[in-house]
Each structure stands twice: as structure tokens, then as C-alpha cells.
């Protein structure tokens, strides 16, 4: 990226950032972004269709960095830890980081964009660990492909976190993180954590 793009997309950065902190997401205007920015408004639409997509766009940038950071989660069966431990706490804590922004986004649930940004990235890692995993997986059943299969277990989980984050959000504040990672992952079934029955 050159300098000059990278300088835009910086101050389109923190100018969705301070609006959607002021206000809710679906309220802030193109024009408002771009005045913020010092930018023109064909200058935005370079970057996103609406306010909501580039907030979606930069939250989505900070996830994939920490995602990154996790993205070969070794099965951790023989530990008390749990596989997601780390990354389920940097998730929440990256979303306490923009509780206001996240918030503002809800009504009740989180905007499209925004939630889809989250699931993709969610269920990308999940996609990754289960593909370096595939032992973890548990049975298939005859009438499912595999990769039907796999997408099947990916999605539930994936959309299980949002909604779990969701609830997180509206239900009061969000102090205790490692209360709120220790609530969602003791709601995923065993064989994602790592933890198989006995037989």
C-alpha cells in the first residue's frame, strides 16, 4: 500500500471509529466519514459501500491479526487448558476494546456486516483447527458429505460464539473476561476443546 493510501485509510479508521462510538452505526452518514476524514465522498466509496461495511472492514483487520496470532492450535487433550482458552479471552477482550462501537451496532443483534465479519473470521480458524484436527471431529453420518460435515460443525460453533458475545454485550459490563471465555467455552461441545470421553 503506498504512503498516500495508507494515510487515507488511517484517518478513515479513526473517523469510523470516533462516529460509531458517538453514535449508532446505522446512523452515521457517508458524508459525516468523509468530513471526518477529510476525504471526498468518492474517495470513501473507494473503500466501502457504506459506513457500516468499513467499520466491519478495520474491526474485521484487527481480528484477523489476533487470529493470526492463534492459528495453529495445537490439541491440547493432555492439558487443563482448553485448545481456545487464549484465543477465545483475546477475542472478548479485542470486543471489551470496542464495547461502545459493538454496542452501538446492536439493535438487538449485531448489524449484518458487523456479525458477519465476526463469524467468517471465527469460523475461518475453526476451519484451520478442525482441517490440521480432522481425529477431533466426532462421527459422521452416512447421508453427509464430508465437507457438508465439516461445515456443519464449523458453522454451529461459529454462530454459537457470536450469539454468546452478543448476550455478553447487552447483559451488563464486561470486567470479567476470563469469566465470560470460561462461560463460552464450557458451553462448546468436548471434542473442539480437545477433550475426548473416556472410553
Given at each position: 500500500?503506498?504512503p ?10 479513526d ?10 452505526i446505522?446512523q452515521?452518514t ?9 476525504i ?16 466491519a472492514?478495520?474491526?474485521g ?36 476494546g ?44 452416512a ?53 475426548h470421553?473416556?472410553?
Amino acid at each position: 500500500m503506498d504512503p498516500r493510501q495508507a494515510r487515507t485509510r488511517r484517518s478513515l479508521r479513526d473517523a469510523i471509529y470516533v462516529l460509531a462510538a458517538e453514535k449508532p452505526i446505522e446512523q452515521v452518514t457517508v458524508a459525516e466519514v468523509a468530513r471526518a476524514a477529510s476525504i471526498t465522498r468518492d474517495t470513501f466509496y473507494r473503500h466501502a459501500p457504506t459506513p457500516v461495511h468499513l467499520l466491519a472492514d478495520f474491526l474485521g483487520e484487527e481480528l484477523d491479526e489476533f487470529l493470526a496470532a492463534h492459528a495453529d492450535l495445537p490439541d491440547r487433550s493432555d492439558t487443563e487448558l482448553s485448545v481456545f482458552d487464549e484465543s477465545e479471552r483475546d477475542l472478548l477482550q479485542h470486543v471489551a476494546g470496542h464495547a461502545t462501537i459493538y454496542r452501538n451496532a446492536m439493535s438487538p443483534r449485531l448489524v449484518g456486516p458487523l456479525r458477519d465479519a465476526l463469524i467468517n473470521r471465527i469460523e475461518n480458524a475453526l476451519t484451520h483447527h478442525l482441517t490440521r484436527h480432522p481425529h477431533i471431529a466426532p462421527m459422521r453420518e452416512a447421508g453427509i458429505s464430508p465437507e457438508r460435515h465439516a461445515r456443519m460443525l464449523v458453522a454451529y460453533a461459529g454462530t454459537g460464539t457470536v450469539g454468546a458475545i452478543e448476550e455478553w454485550l447487552l447483559s451488563g459490563d464486561l470486567d470479567d473476561i476470563d469469566a465470560a471465555a470460561r462461560t463460552i467455552i464450557a458451553a462448546s461441545p468436548g471434542w473442539w476443546l480437545g477433550r475426548h470421553p473416556t472410553p
